[in-house]
């Protein structure tokens, strides 16, 4: 314990000031402030003791959940006062630095021989496993003349998954079939395969070709005949953990809302009957997890892509699509999660695409750096200003062209700024899906 005096004791200590500058001239008056002085060590020292008998309590921590990077997340910690006196506390947790504590109340009243919940509220900006060691307290003296810190064993370790508060909130609207609401346009759905599954009630964006006129006719609305999807493809994600997935802003980088995506579209595509596997890469293969099936392969997938992070080093394009010529025997839907800056990389893309598109359907996701585009509009023209301006437009203009050639060749490319990624990709899927390309 370590007691810091209060500034109602300096005060007191300070009281007799006065006197001691007159106690130059009237010694009567030095020795009283003395006194004085003496008095209130005396009462200082006497308030420690009195609370140090007192100082009883007993930390237990509620137990943890896995925490969603960039989301905020509780930790509860119960504090059992087990000494008679009310006392108020104020706490603070022993957080390493990828951890925010955005907790703001930070002091709680608790009676005697009472139990109180201590709540934290943290925002995790990097996934992995990080140890919460030690819980400060910082308690008032029984007098009310000094503040005890005290500083009790933790010994927790965090997780922190991908945003498991996305998957959760995408899977309860897919329940209520409201997955609009996350940009998913939920007609894409309806199968094209051909063997009819149901029959339903027309609605809004419905293909006109898909109405059931014999059973409109009968029913005297419009109903629509829906196709069962395909199931049992193959789908395979290359996921780029080199040098373009670490632009970041407001705490995560562009590898991070991969991931977060990834993990939506790795439960969609369990749900519907696809196998996944998912290659990470960057100047050489990371690691593969391969030829997963079934809603519980959910639990194999979150270890892996946790452990993800970007690397400042250049992506190896060359090796990972002769790894994928080499390991993609079956015919699959090839996903290649990156991004470029310029046409450095286009000629490579092009050739090795076109090659793989023989044999696999292979969609090119471009996630651009979403700082790039405030960089191109910059504010005042200041010199600084302008470089970052000129910069900033120069890499959108190569960068625009670069995927204007990719397009015109007739290669698949999804271009998405990475927080708005998890919408659009679905959407691709789906599109593919009922689109029978696979």
């Known amino acids: 314990m370590i007691p810091v005096p209060k500034t109602r004791l300096i005060i007191i200590f300070m009281i007799p000031l006065p006197l001691y500058i007159v106690g130059y001239r009237f010694s009567a008056l030095f020795y009283w402030a003395l006194g004085w002085n003496i008095f209130s060590l005396v009462l200082a020292l006497w308030d420690i003791l009195a609370t140090l008998p007192d100082l009883k309590y007993e930390i237990g921590a509620a137990k943890l959940k896995p925490f969603s990077i960039g989301r905020s997340n509780q930790m509860l910690i119960n504090f059992r006062n087990k000494s008679r006196t009310g006392r108020r506390i104020f706490f603070k947790l022993d957080l390493p630095p990828e951890i925010e504590d955005r907790t703001e109340t930070k002091a709680v009243e608790i009676r005697g021989l009472a139990e109180e919940t201590l709540v934290f509220i943290l925002r995790p900006t990097r996934r992995g496993a990080f140890p919460v060691k030690h819980l400060y307290l910082r308690v008032e003296s029984k007098y009310r003349l000094f503040y005890c810190d005290l500083k009790s064993e933790l010994n927790l370790t965090v997780e922190v998954y991908p945003d498991l508060k996305q998957l959760n909130h995408y899977l309860k609207l897919a329940k209520n079939n409201r997955d609009y609401k996350m940009g998913i346009n939920k007609t894409r759905w309806m199968g094209a395969g051909s063997e009819l599954e149901s029959l339903r009630e027309y ?220 919408g659009p990709l679905i959407n691709k899927y789906l599109e593919i899906k009922t689109r029978n390309r696979l």
Not at 212 to 239: C, F, G, H
Not at 246 to 262: F, M, P
């Open 203 to 422: 609605q809004k964006d419905d293909d006109s070709k898909l109405i059931d006129w014999k059973a409109s006719a009968r029913l005297n609305r419009p109903i629509s005949k829906v196709y069962q999807m395909e199931t049992n493809n193959q789908i395979t994600v290359a996921v780029d953990c080199g040098r373009l997935m670490t632009a970041e802003r407001q705490g995560l980088n562009t590898l991070d809302h991969a991931v977060n995506s990834l993990l939506i579209l790795s439960q969609l595509v369990f749900n519907v009957g696809d196998s996944l596997s998912i290659i990470a890469f960057a100047d050489r293969i990371i690691g593969e997890i391969s030829q997963l099936k079934g809603r519980d392969s959910l639990k194999k997938v979150t270890p892996f892509i946790t452990k993800l992070r970007p690397e400042f080093v250049e992506s190896n394009y060359k090796l990972l699509f002769d790894y994928l010529e080499q390991t993609q025997k079956k015919r699959a839907l090839i996903v290649l999660l990156t991004d470029m800056l310029d046409d450095i990389n286009y000629e490579l893309f092009k050739k090795r695409i076109n090659w793989l598109s023989r044999k696999h359907f292979v969609l090119l996701v471009l996630l651009q750096d979403s700082l790039l585009p405030w960089h191109a509009e910059a504010g005042p023209n200041t010199p600084e200003n302008l470089y970052l301006k000129a910069a900033g437009r120069e890499m959108l203009l190569n960068r625009n062209k670069a995927i204007a050639k990719l397009k015109h060749y007739k290669l698949n490319v999804l271009d998405v700024l990475p927080q708005e990624l998890t």
